[in-house]
């Protein structure tokens, strides 16, 4: 655990970057600090590794005072990566990677299985060794950084908005990877970013700070988007923070209907019984039970010409999210969403209203936050 | 007669490619002059050019001596330092190496004071000690700017390592020295065709040197 306790940094010209920050980093989770621009997230992380020199209070890694050891080999146990991943020009993919495992004594050959071996963690092809940096892609660039900073297997990750200057898709990717790293890995990460929504998606623990370095809340993201500590944070977190909140739900209490479902190949007769009072549509699917589209039932079940409405996108039953499911019931011109099951194949379809039921009943069993403003506030 | 004349009267003169006023030995003798200057004055400037870069201090200091040294005149300070000391080899390389200093010194600490700061603290940050930053990731990112200074200064060390000859050293300066005072136009041609020979020759030397030392990634190609 890394514990940050009563931490202050001044710089020289007067700024206070950081003002009286305590916050306790659980190990083995990912740990954002989110805010805006200035706001005192880089002095932060960078004092946890001794780039900067607080200015009052300390910092505990597992109960011991950071100043107690070698600064050196304090840094060489906590990875870093940078914005811009900072990899060295002159030096190819693999020996990037190596520097802290060659720094630490290792010999050519292990430093280097080491490297490849990382590289195919992180999502690279191994037949990118040889490259130098300015060969590579902003998203492999990144992908390097974060190689090379796990190459020494340390127990600590600080990472200073590694994925802002890539693109959106990209970002997402990376993103994925770095969850599924850490599922594989369990490192105790510390992630800077300005981007709520990266803080939302990969973050075990949220802290956000205000201008002037200052705690605004800590708390799981769920409970930020449910229970934000006050107006700032709920200004940063955004309009949309309730729909955004649904992300935290699942879908697997939502009650679905199979009922207005049909093969392509169905006769007249089927189209009639598998037709709904609730709505004028069925959702017609390919002989492998893939949703291909609404039509409307009584005109098919007539024998006239029927066309295939688009459903918009399905929702994976009990893997996506409530917000998932309501953005396919939005989207959809009939106004239900179509559950899909692992292989794809349409299991049922719900309709707005019953997901908006279904949202109505987590909001219940949550329950009410609001007890989590009176804490941190 | 003209120039082009004038150089074949000189390299086809007999005696002109052996013996101690032949091309090669005079040649040999103006490299030499030419590699220990630069060689003092890069034991001189690189270290505190990658020291004073590295840290950021002293910068202002540097470009004033810079400066000033630029402006000592590299003929007069040969006359005084002969009449101070007398004939010898010393008079010959303060000069020459008072010349490369300031553009090896000046261009060093810029190079590594341009080497992207990202690039440093990712190194620090990774726990690299601090001559490591410098001889791993400083040096090796800002040496095709450094070479290039070297290359300046030893450009102007070969082209004024002539001098040597007015205190009777060799070196090609030899032909020019003496063909001016012998009135044989052909001879100091000769010696300035070869003086420019051999700088061109250092142009090359370190466009060599730049592929073999400097890292692909860095070169780009
Ligand atoms: N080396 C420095 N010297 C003076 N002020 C600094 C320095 N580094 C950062 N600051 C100031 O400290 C504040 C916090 O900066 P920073 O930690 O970089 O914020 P963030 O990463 O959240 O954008 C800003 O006002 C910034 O201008
Ligand atoms: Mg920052």
């Known amino acids: 655990m890394i514990v940050i306790d009563a931490v202050t940094k001044r710089y020289p010209d007067g700024t206070t970057a950081v003002d009286r920050l305590t916050l306790e980093i659980p190990d083995r989770s990912i740990t954002v600090l989110v805010g805006p621009s200035g706001c005192g997230k880089t002095t932060t992380l960078r004092m946890i590794n001794r780039m900067v020199d607080p200015s009052g209070g300390r910092i505990l890694l597992d109960g011991h005072d950071i100043r107690e050891r070698p600064v050196n080999a304090l840094r060489r146990s906590m990875g870093y990566v940078i914005q811009h991943a900072g990899l060295f020009p002159h030096r190819t993919v693999i020996e990037n990677i190596a520097t802290v495992p060659r720094l630490l004594g290792w010999d050519r050959s292990r430093a280097r299985a080491r490297g490849l071996e990382l590289m195919e963690r992180v999502g690279l092809d191994t037949a990118l060794a040889k490259r130098y940096p300015y060969q590579l892609s902003g998203g492999q660039q990144q992908r390097v950084g974060v190689a ?46 300005h981007d709520i929504d990266e803080a939302i998606k990969l973050g075990d623990m949220v802290a956000v700070l205000r201008e002037g370095g200052r705690l605004a809340q800590y708390a799981p993201p769920a409970e930020l988007l449910s229970a934000p500590a006050d107006e700032f944070v709920e200004d940063f977190l955004g309009a949309d923070r309730g729909i955004r909140h649904l992300s935290f739900f699942g879908t697997e209490g939502l009650e679905l209907t199979a009922e207005p479902i049909v093969a392509e190949d169905a006769t007249t007769e089927q189209v009639r019984a598998h037709t709904i009072p609730q709505t004028p549509y069925v959702l017609v699917t390919d002989t492998e039970g893939r949703p291909r589209g609404w039509t ?9 010409p029927t066309e295939l409405l688009p459903y918009g996108h399905a929702f994976t039953y009990g893997q996506d999210s409530l917000r998932a499911a309501l953005d396919s019931a939005v989207l959809s011109p009939t106004g239900w969403a179509v559950a899909v099951d692992a292989e794809g194949r349409a299991i049922g379809v719900a309709a ?26 | 007669m003209n120039l082009f004349g004038y150089a074949q009267q000189f390299f086809d003169a007999p005696g002109r490619w052996s013996g101690a006023d032949g091309i090669p030995q005079r040649l040999l003798e103006h490299v030499q002059y030419s590699a220990v200057a630069l060689l003092i004055a890069m034991v001189i400037a690189l270290p505190v050019g990658l020291l004073t870069g590295h840290t950021g201090r002293g910068g202002n200091a540097l470009s004033v001596l810079a400066t000033a040294a630029r402006a000592l005149p590299s003929f007069g300070l040969l006359v005084l330092l002969t009449i101070l000391m007398g004939l010898g080899m010393t008079p010959v390389m303060v000069p020459l190496v008072a010349l490369a200093v300031p553009p090896i010194l000046v261009t060093t600490y810029e190079a590594i004071r341009a080497v992207d700061p990202a690039l440093v603290d990712a190194a620090r940050g990774m726990g690299l000690p601090r001559w490591r930053v410098l001889a791993q990731v400083e040096l090796p990112v800002a040496l095709p700017l450094i070479l290039s200074g070297i290359r300046s200064g030893a450009i102007q060390i070969v082209s004024t390592a002539t001098i040597a000859a007015y205190v009777s050293f060799g070196g090609l300066g030899r032909y020019i020295v003496d063909g001016l005072s012998q009135v044989d136009y052909a001879k100091v041609v000769g010696g300035a065709i070869l003086v420019a020979a051999l700088a061109l020759a250092t142009l090359g030397f370190f466009w060599a040197l730049n592929k073999v030392l400097v890292s692909p990634g860095v070169r780009r190609r």
Do not use: N, W, Y
Request: charged share 25%.
């Open chain 1, 148 to 193: 090379r900073a796990l190459a020494a297997d340390p127990p600590v990750l600080l990472m200073d908005e590694p994925f802002s200057a890539v693109d959106p898709i990209v970002r997402k990717g990376l993103q994925d990877e770095l969850l599924r790293i850490q599922a594989d890995l369990g490192k105790t990460v510390v992630f800077v970013t």
């Open chain 1, 296 to 304: 409307h039932a009584a005109d098919r079940a007539a024998g006239l």
């Open chain 1, 352 to 377: 707005q209203e019953t997901i908006a039921a279904a949202i109505r009943g987590a909001h219940a069993t949550v329950g009410p936050r609001d007890s989590v403003r009176g804490v941190l506030a």
